[in-house]
Structures are given as C-alpha cells and as structure tokens.
C-alpha cells in the first residue's frame, strides 16, 4: 500500500527547532517532488516548501524562507523538514505529499497526502 507518513511534530517554545520527517512505504520518494504543508486552525492549507524529484528545484514561501530546509536521505526514503526560529504562527498540523515543484512555481500538491503531524508553538 502507497502511502506518506508524517513524524516529528510536537510542542516547542517559540524560537526553538523541530525537524518533520516524510517517509513512504510502497515507493521510493526519490523519484518524485514531495512538497510539505500546513494548514492552521481556521485557514486553509497552504504549501510552504517542496524539492523536485532531481533537487534541482527547491522553494519555500516567503514566511518560512531562511528559517526552514526541506532536504532528502535517500539512504532512509525520507523527506525533512528543519524548522528553525519557530513562531506562534508556525502552529499547524503540517502534511507531506507528492507535489507540483517548479521553478518560481506555487507548491501544489498532488497525491498520497499523509494524515499530517501537529507543530504547537507556544510558551
């Protein structure tokens, strides 16, 4: 069975770190974009970073730019999100998902969406 599995998620201080990892079962990440996501309370879902399926491509959305770094291990078939300098408004339940990831592109995401990990931020 082909499916996204988000881990890492917890409660954090504001200003500190959390690294979200997407791992998949059924198929090699390796060979396709994977975008990260989140969606806040009462907001819709917004993508916030993806890579591309060669690691040509790597965006983020200017509210996480210089503070988070999706990066691969294909030696683990994961996805990571570092979330650094994190803030109250980075609360959300994030989500990972084969994704659109172009160049100056929006993140879209595509399939095999996870049932996402909740990030507090909060003192």
């Known amino acids: 069975q082909v499916q996204l599995v988000e881990s890492g998620g917890g409660l954090v201080q504001p200003g500190g770190s959390l690294r979200l990892s997407c791992s998949a079962s059924?198929?090699?990440?390796?060979?396709?974009?994977i975008g990260w996501f989140r969606q806040a309370p009462g907001k819709e879902r917004e993508g916030i970073s993806c890579?591309?399926?060669?690691?040509?491509?790597?965006n983020y959305v200017d509210s996480v730019k210089g503070r988070f770094t999706i990066s691969r291990d294909n030696a683990k078939n994961t996805v990571d999100l570092q979330m650094n300098d994190l803030k109250p408004e980075d609360t959300a339940v994030y989500y990972c998902?084969?994704?659109?990831?172009?160049?100056?592109?929006?993140?879209?995401?595509?399939?095999?969406w996870g049932k996402g990990t909740l990030v507090t931020v909060s003192s």
């Open positions: 998902a084969v994704s659109l990831c172009g160049p100056g592109e929006p993140i879209v995401g595509m399939d095999y």
């Open positions: 059924g198929f090699t990440l390796d060979y396709y974009a």
């Open positions: 890579i591309s399926s060669s690691d040509s491509t790597i």
